[in-house]
């Protein structure tokens, strides 16, 4: 067995360890905004951004230590807005300087003329009515993965983007990482030939799916102000720990294990393989019963795993199958890994940590690469031709990596749209990439598509029961026009209504 000290391990941060290593000062700072400094267009050498940030809590934590802790120092906290006075208390008394709101749409009102950019980290089913509402007011915009909660969402804040002419960045930070352009550079170097197939996968959901809203009514917490939370969302009841991080596993709210690390996982090949909208996509999933009964059929939750086969047309023409699989499900074990080797531990975010969180896996004529989540820890197969690949450096390197994606961000608002690159723009990449990675969902929310109807057993007499039209079929894309073309009940997950009072979303 080949040891693991020979596979090239460059230590990064892991997502978990994101939260925990940053350190913030506490000591207040005067925001003089740089439309007081120089009026309307003033730029200096040395301005800075200032940021609004909607979500205090979670990966919005991250985000903001982060911008806090940019090497320039050129990015300033101004204003924060959460829901839950809980995620909030510990954000306000790091930054004592920055004014607080509950509600998003009052800061925006107030203040739009004191920030330069907004990031948001919040629930999924929020994160398009908040992000389009600051492109309308020309604000750079920073927007945790995925960038919505329907398809129909991510193409129009693409478009807005577009439109608005800000800078924007996704927040898989993975799209940053040396690990990609190492991957690019092998790639274009042939070492693994022409790629045929890609498995992605994860250990994801580590929140409860597959199961049934619970019955119980507790008293909303006092500190959670429950109608800003739902926001979009239908009126629906409080339930025990949904606030802050069970909503994911709820389709209302979240969107599930593929949405949480989808773009972080299919990124790479998305990215690297230059690919656009699938053609078709299909697949399966746990936890939906396949009879004539109804037990075991949750549709507002999603499943504990699934797997789901994305087709693509590449630039050659050759048609590319893209594997997605999580809950536990994993691809067939590969050759190249001996038989009582943890596959996972070897392949995946952080060799030889127990850290799995995801993986992809490219098969090519010539051989196989696998990487972490967000491109990180890249590694021929077998592991014994890492020591001696001498690839030569071509593109260049983010300053952090993973750490730099924030920072990129920063630097590329101050310079203005289309003076900068960044790594995840709306546009011609996280647009794409979220729309592909929601129509794994539209997927597995059709697979709960139920028809009532009854049979005569000749045991059990007249059943009455449901049938699946939804299930196990290859449902045609067409992603141009945002359509499933051979089965229409499908489309009905492409846009959601919003609730009474929260608008349409439109550019």
Known sequence: MEKRKNIPVKKTTTRKEFIKKAAIATAGFYIIPRFVLGGKGYTAPSDKLYIAAVGCGGEAENDIHHYANAPKKNAVVAFLCDVDARQAEPRKKEFPSAKFYHDWREMFEKESKNFDAVTVAIPDHNHAIVGLSAMKLNKHLYLQKPLTHDIYEARVITEAAKKYKVVTQMGDQGASCDGMRVMREWFEAGLIGEIEKVYCWTDRPVWPQGISWPKERPAIPKELKWDLWLGTAQQTDYIDNLVPFNWRGWWQFGTGALGDMGCHIMGPPFKLLGLGYPTDVSGSASTVYNGIFKEGIYPESGPVSSSIKFQFKQRSGKDLDLYWM????????????????????????????????????????????????GGSHPKLLPLSLNKDVHIPEKYPRVQGGMDGHWWQWVDASIAGYGKMEVDSPFEGYAGPLTETVLLGNLLLRSFNLQEKISRKDPVYGTMEGFKFNGRYLDFKWDGENMKVTNFEAANQFIKREYRKGWGELKI
């Open 326 to 373: 999580d809950g536990g499900i994993t691809p067939a074990r590969i050759a190249e890994i001996e038989p009582d080797v943890n596959m996972n531990d070897v392949l995946g975010d952080f060799p030889g940590e127990n850290d799995f969180e995801g993986c992809t896996l490219f098969i090519g004529t010539k051989g196989k690469v696998s990487c972490g989540w």
